[in-house]
Nanobody
Framework: VQLQASGGGLVQAGGSLRLSCAASGRTFSSVAMGWFRQAPGKEREFVTVISGSGSSTLYADSVKGRFTISRDNAKNTVYLQMNSLKPEDTAVYYC??????????????WGQGTQVTVSS
């Protein structure tokens, strides 16, 4: 599975962005898909994950209620809708494929990352 993330950009605090992650490969629907982010000087951290069927999701406390993950298995794409963005959401966002987990080590496939910058 190869992953290509897109949709990042510069937005003001309180604004919204939608990230997309397009996947190649026939096994997309069997793979849980997650989003992680890494701010400058910080460790890469878990944001959210969705199961292969889309029936289960998990969110980091810091984004719960503001971010929504979804997937369209017919299009081999996973989305991250980000609302009420805060400056502390500024980071490079990575999509990843693997097991349904909050642990970075559980993911085998990684996209190249897309920059999200939230100005105050």
């Amino acid at each position: 599975v190869q992953l290509q993330a897109s949709g990042g950009g510069l937005v003001q605090a309180g604004g919204s962005l939608r990230l997309s992650c397009a996947a190649s490969g026939r096994t997309f629907s069997s793979v849980a898909m997650g989003w992680f982010r890494q701010a400058p000087g910080k460790e890469r951290e878990f944001v959210t994950v969705i199961s292969g069927s889309g029936s289960s999701t998990l969110y980091a406390d810091s984004v719960k209620g503001r971010f929504t993950i979804s997937r369209d298995n017919a299009k081999n794409t996973v989305y991250l809708q980000m609302n009420s963005l805060k400056p502390e959401d500024t980071a490079v966002y990575y999509c990843a494929g693997g097991a349904f987990s909050i642990r970075r080590e559980s993911y085998v496939y990684w996209g190249q990352g897309t920059q999200v910058t939230v100005s105050s």
